[in-house]
């Protein structure tokens, strides 16, 4: 197994050395809310029940049961050290919440990070526009992307060879107001050309099976271009055309961000037997891996959905007219590792 190392994005540090520097000056602006998520809520708010099922040896403990279909089954591992020497270990494996990303139509503005704002100007303003108002009948949304190791900043159930990677506490990883394919359809697709293959009325209505198997909980992997009942996938963007729902919305850009990431190996694949002893660069999303928690303005802390369910299910009476409508979610992974 090769060394592991602590890893903290430059931007983050950028974004560090910005708030110390504002220290008790946010810029107030219009439409920019604080979650007060950095607080007590960092545990009164977490789906706590979501950890499980853990297994241990291939056996499972707790939960419902859901887990992704690739998950690594055998009982022993062998992980390999820098010098290259053998180590055997145990499988042991569990969801972990690992990100947050926050939706905002306010440039620059974290709900996250309790109402600060960033210096953009609003040359690229989010809206939930319908026909009446807005930028028509779409929606935009900027977003900020977090990591978020809770287990390991609480220094719970997870050592360091498990932590696949290296990431020990919040750090801002991605920023789209500075990312020029999220705010252009054109560019989105130049940078994800695959988005060709799938740019057809087949390949969309296909997608009707995808919301059918996310509902009842188990998203079709090989649907790669599909988010279940959320929508379809392409373009990696923040554009979405007709505003079924806020919820359902953001939804599908969460979605959309995780895959956008897996496509530019800034997100990696921590299931199955192939990851066990470090994560691996998967170019497409690996819907399984990922389960959601509404963290903000109305928090789910009873349970979790899957990728692509229908936000009848878990998504009423999630977001708060006015003040509420920018929603912060938590994204959980699934960790398969050689525990020695």
């Known amino acids: 197994m090769k060394k592991r190392t602590i890893r903290r994005s430059v931007l983050g540090g950028v974004v560090a050395g910005i708030i110390s520097m504002w220290s008790g000056q946010a810029i107030a602006a219009a439409g920019c809310y604080s979650s007060d998520f950095i607080g007590p809520k960092m545990i009164t708010d977490v789906c706590w029940n979501c950890v499980l099922p853990i297994r241990i040896a291939g056996v499972p403990m707790g939960g419902d049961g859901y887990y992704p279909e690739d998950a690594a089954k055998n009982p022993l591992c062998i992980c390999k050290d820098g010098a290259g020497l053998p180590h055997p270990g145990v499988t042991t494996s569990m969801w972990e919440p690992a990100r947050l990303v926050e939706f905002q139509r306010v440039p620059g503005c974290s709900s996250i990070l309790n109402g600060v704002r960033f210096p953009f100007n609003r040359t690229f303003q989010g809206s939930h526009g319908n026909a009446e108002h807005g930028g028509g009948d779409k929606t935009f949304m900027h977003y900020h992307y977090f990591a978020f190791p809770l287990l390991a900043i609480l220094n719970l159930f997870v050592k360091q060879s498990c932590n696949p990677d290296g990431y020990l506490d919040m750090d801002m990883m991605y920023m789209s107001e500075i990312d020029p394919t999220w705010n252009n359809d054109d560019m989105a697709f130049f940078a994800n050309p695959e988005a060709a293959a799938v740019a057809n009325p087949i390949a969309t209505t296909a997608c009707a099976a995808d919301a059918i198997a996310s509902t009842t909980g188990r998203p079709i992997k090989e649907m790669f271009w599909c988010a279940g009942s959320w929508g379809t996938l392409y373009p990696l963007s923040g554009n979405k ?42 170019p497409t999303l690996p819907k399984q891996q990922y389960k959601f928690t509404s963290v903000y303005p109305r928090p789910e802390t009873k349970s979790a959905h899957v990728m692509g369910e229908s936000t009848m299910k878990w998504g009423l009476a999630r977001k708060v007219p006015a003040v509420g409508e920018d929603l912060v979610y938590m994204i959980w992974r699934w960790n398969d590792c050689c525990n020695y």
Do not use: F, P, Q
């Not at 959309?256 to 997100?267: D, Y």
């Open 241 to 282: 055309v007709g505003n079924w729902s806020i919820v359902n919305d953001t939804s599908l850009l969460t979605a959309r961000v995780l895959a956008a990431l897996h496509r530019r190996g800034l997100a990696w694949k921590t299931s199955g037997k192939k990851a066990m002893c470090e994560g691996k660069i998967h």
